[in-house]
């Protein structure tokens, strides 16, 4: 589909694709998927995807601080917060990204995009891509044409001489959180664009 016609489409969607729970505070206009879920709508900033864990075996589990750490009381940094030194272990309960700016890439050849459940789908040369968050592996989710996909066309990486098979017009913009639990039973979110690295959040170590 080219973006022409994409744009003319209607793109207001509030909480699409899945439910927002009370205790994730989300802007009245965020549109809203599960990390493994449809967006039968055009993708529009902010877009919160539930659930993501945006790095090749990135993993929500047994966590420990490798620095001193702000959790905040919500996922805002403009909440209430306080600190956890090093070594702190905590329990990352799940999190999410808020895709601030959707990224946009044009087809300039065939490209092979995956279902979550291993289904093929072709983009044809021309077609518009929404670019989404990244998987790993060189894989990032797109939106085309009412589906969210998974192609490695739109990572950036090409072989030298080679010709890239989509043009990325813009890459999108992203914030992550994590809700984490403390062994005293505190719990809070941490901003992880702003967060020291987490011991275990690699499950490949």
């Known amino acids: 589909m080219r973006m022409e016609e994409e744009a003319g489409r209607d793109t207001v969607g509030v909480a699409e ?18 990390v493994r879920g449809s967006l039968p709508r055009r993708p529009v900033a902010p877009l919160r995807i539930d659930g993501a864990c945006p790095f090749e075996c990135c993993a929500y589990g ?12 919500e996922p805002d940094p403009a909440s209430a917060r306080w600190t956890v030194p090093a070594g702190t272990r905590l329990e990352a309960v799940s999190g999410f990204l808020v895709l601030t700016e959707i990224g946009v890439a044009v087809a300039r050849d065939t490209i092979r995009m995956f279902a979550e459940y291993g289904a093929e789908r072709l983009a044809a040369a021309g077609d518009t891509l929404f670019l989404l968050d990244n998987v ?26 080679s010709v890239p098979a989509a043009e990325i017009l813009s890459q999108p913009l992203q914030e992550w959180w994590a809700q984490a639990r403390a062994l005293d039973g505190r719990a809070g979110w941490l901003w992880m664009d702003h967060t020291p690295r987490m011991e275990g959040a690699d499950a490949c170590g």
Do not use: C, I, K, N
């Open 62 to 73: 047994d966590w420990t601080t490798t620095g001193e750490s702000t959790l905040y009381e």
């Open 17 to 34: 694709g899945g439910p927002v729970r009370e205790d994730e505070p989300t802007r009245a206009d965020t549109m809203v998927m599960q």
């Open 136 to 161: 790993g592996e060189g894989f990032r989710r797109v939106w085309h044409q009412g589906s969210v996909l998974q192609t490695d066309a739109v990572s950036g990486f090409v072989s030298e001489g």
